[in-house]
């Protein structure tokens, strides 16, 4: 079975620094994987996704997230975090077997301290 | 570009009653809609799979007699929730993708508020 883990509910980082929410996954066949952001009451925005080639993948927003196959890890990155970087992240994936359905994360809460 | 629009943003209606959400792909063609529900500090959960001209796959546990789902157009998709119940109050969330490929990115709209009295 498909699926998805996040294994931190919140992420708190200051403002300047780095940033990293994990995302773990698991498929059968090769992973398409996914990467949006929430803010309060809005819909998601797509940020970044990984389909094939090189492990790293830039997004929006200056996110970018690096495939590790051999982890099944798809972790979301950004050099310097922003106040307004402060939402909720998830991480998805949807398996090449067939189905086009995104299995989604439970989500992460990013606060970025000022 | 790929933007998705919902409306309404907010509904509050009383138990009952039937709610239409509309979902509409406004520059590009989609030949595949999505719907979420989302319940406060979850997950999305996958609804239905709506395919443009023909029935919607829903997903196990979903009752479809409930929540109607027509995709007459490849830029629009609407969610009727029938006979509302206060249980059914959620953030319902419809995503668009351009093409039945699998690699394809889903666009999701801003999201509806539905209230049940």
């Known amino acids: 079975a498909q699926s998805v883990a996040q294994p931190e509910d919140q992420v708190n980082v200051a403002e300047g620094n780095p940033l990293t929410v994990k995302c773990t996954y698991s498929?059968?066949?090769?992973?398409?994987l996914f990467w949006y952001v929430q803010y309060p009451n809005r819909g998601l925005q797509f940020l970044l996704k990984?389909?094939?080639?090189?492990?790293l993948v830039k997004g929006s927003y200056g996110f970018e997230a690096e495939f590790n196959k051999s982890q099944t890890s798809f972790h979301l990155k950004k050099p310097s975090a922003l106040v307004s970087d402060s939402a909720l992240y998830f991480c998805?994936?949807?398996?090449?077997?067939?189905?086009?359905?995104?299995?989604f994360g439970t989500g992460t809460l990013l606060a970025v301290q000022p | 570009g790929a933007v998705v629009s919902q409306h309404p943003s907010w509904v509050i209606c009383k138990s009952g009653t039937s709610v239409k959400i509309e979902c509409r792909s406004l520059?590009?063609?989609?030949?595949?809609m999505f719907w979420y529900r989302q319940f406060p500090k979850q997950s999305l959960m996958l609804m239905a799979t709506?395919?443009?001209?023909?029935?919607?796959?829903?997903e196990q546990g979903v009752e479809k007699d409930k929540f109607l789902i027509n995709h007459a157009s490849l830029t629009l998709s609407t969610l009727t929730v029938t006979s509302a119940h206060p249980e059914d109050s959620s953030f319902y969330i419809c995503s668009a993708s351009t093409l039945a490929e699998i690699t394809d990115t889903q666009y999701f709209g801003p999201g509806t508020r539905l209230t049940v009295l």
């Open positions: 498929v059968s066949g090769n992973p398409y």
């Open positions: 990984y389909i094939t080639g090189d492990n």
């Open positions: 520059d590009f063609q989609a030949t595949t």
């Open positions: 709506s395919n443009e001209g023909s029935k919607a796959t829903y």
């Open positions: 998805a994936v949807r398996g090449s077997n067939g189905t086009n359905k995104l299995i």
